[in-house]
């Protein structure tokens, strides 16, 4: 046992001189899958491997590699490493695998919660894919990091967009908007959606009163069009709903 943790440790080394030299020689993917063939569960030979097949192997053998490197890292508490491998092969497969690619960015969360690339990700493949409740849970877990009220505000007005537009459910909608707007007026979008909410919520004057801070919005920016087609709104809603809607 003391010899083959001997010679695990002096083959790191070597390894890890190897890796280190600017331009990686054929010996080294050689060695890693020698070794590896040796002690499957070599991490230093897995990672060798993989990163000398970035720029020569295709891109789901080198995927898989990678994924490799997760479970190995996993298994031996190296969170750091574990992610990283996750979030390359997870990039390597976004064109080819993207089911695979979004399964290592949710291992990328797992370790490192916020991971802007690996959330960004995720949220356009749950988008992609319909798994609108998983976008509104992902994007109230970013709140906790959005790093003003702005981004914040942002954030709100895509679960408030997401539970109006794809869920059905328009009181939650309306109170996430509502809250994009305190924390920032000047979000058009947040408006023109709180509207929406308002009307099928059966309060026009309330949706008449965002659309009104919508014009607004558009005279300040000088979009004469939007402004023109949000007062027609607003005078439509006047003319369904009576003096209320005033």
């Given at each position: ?119 960004e990700a995720l949220l356009y493949a749950y988008t992609a894919a ?117």
């Amino acid at each position: 046992a003391t010899s083959d943790v001997s010679a695990r440790a002096t083959a790191a080394k070597l390894l890890h001189v190897l890796c280190a030299q600017e331009d990686l020689s054929e010996e080294t993917p050689r060695l890693a899958g020698d070794l590896i063939g040796r002690w499957p569960d070599f991490l230093p030979a897995a990672v060798a491997l993989a990163t000398g097949s970035i720029d020569v192997g295709a891109a789901s053998e080198t995927a898989t590699r990678w994924s490799r490197i997760v479970t190995l890292a996993e298994a031996a508490g190296l969170t750091e490493l574990a992610s990283r491998a996750a979030l390359t092969a997870a990039r390597l497969l976004a064109a080819t695998d993207p089911r695979l690619a979004m399964e290592l960015n949710e291992r990328v969360l797992e370790h490192r919660p916020g991971h802007h690339e690996a959330t960004e990700a995720l949220l356009y493949a749950y988008t992609a894919a319909g798994r609108w409740l998983d976008v509104v849970r992902l994007a109230r877990q970013r709140l906790t990091a959005a790093p003003s009220p702005r981004d914040q505000a942002r954030e709100h007005v895509r679960i408030g967009e997401v539970l109006l537009e794809q869920l059905g459910d328009e009181t939650g909608a309306k109170e996430a908007l509502l809250t994009a707007t305190q924390l920032d007026a000047t979000n058009a979008r947040a408006w023109d959606l709180l509207a929406l909410a308002h009307l099928l919520l059966a309060d026009p004057a309330a949706a008449a009163r965002a659309l009104d801070r919508l014009a607004q919005l558009e005279e300040a920016r000088g979009d004469t069009v939007g402004e023109a087609r949000t007062h027609a709104r607003i005078g439509t809603l006047w003319e369904t709903a009576g003096d209320d809607a005033n």
